[in-house]
């Protein structure tokens, strides 16, 4: 069992940056696991973002997102960071790790979720 902490959400204008975070509160991220993002914004479904392999370091992105999203682990600290750039205001949305143990954008392959962290994009 792990339990998950997300930080870092806040407002910020379309075309900035933010770095979201995500750190093992209790339990461990073992070398076997896959750490997610999600995101759901208001009146939407729950939606992969991306993950990361976390014995291999392998990353994989939504489209939406590929090219400003980066997803990078931090081992020592059992933490996973998502640095955000070029956000636009439909990026809007309560922002979830989670924690799985299959290479998968599905959000049943997840165990473990923290309780999210609210991103804001507007003027």
């Given at each position: ?10 407002s910020v204008q379309p075309g900035g940056s933010l770095r979201l975070s995500c750190a093992a509160a209790s ?68 922002y979830y790790c989670a924690r799985g143990s299959k290479y998968s954008t599905t959000q049943s392959d997840y ?13």
């Amino acid at each position: 069992q792990v339990h998950l902490v997300e930080s870092g959400g806040g407002s910020v204008q379309p075309g900035g940056s933010l770095r979201l975070s995500c750190a093992a509160a209790s339990g461990r991220i073992y070398s076997s696991s896959v750490m997610g993002w999600f995101r759901q914004a208001p009146g939407k479904e729950r939606e992969f973002v991306a993950l990361i392999r976390w014995n291999s370091g392998v990353t994989l992105y939504s489209d939406s997102v590929k090219g400003r999203f980066t997803i990078a682990k931090d081992g020592p600290n059992q933490s996973v960071h998502l640095h955000m750039t070029a956000l636009k205001p439909e990026e809007t949305a309560s922002y979830y790790c989670a924690r799985g143990s299959k290479y998968s954008t599905t959000q049943s392959d997840y165990n473990y979720w923290g309780q999210g962290t609210q991103v804001t994009v507007a003027p």
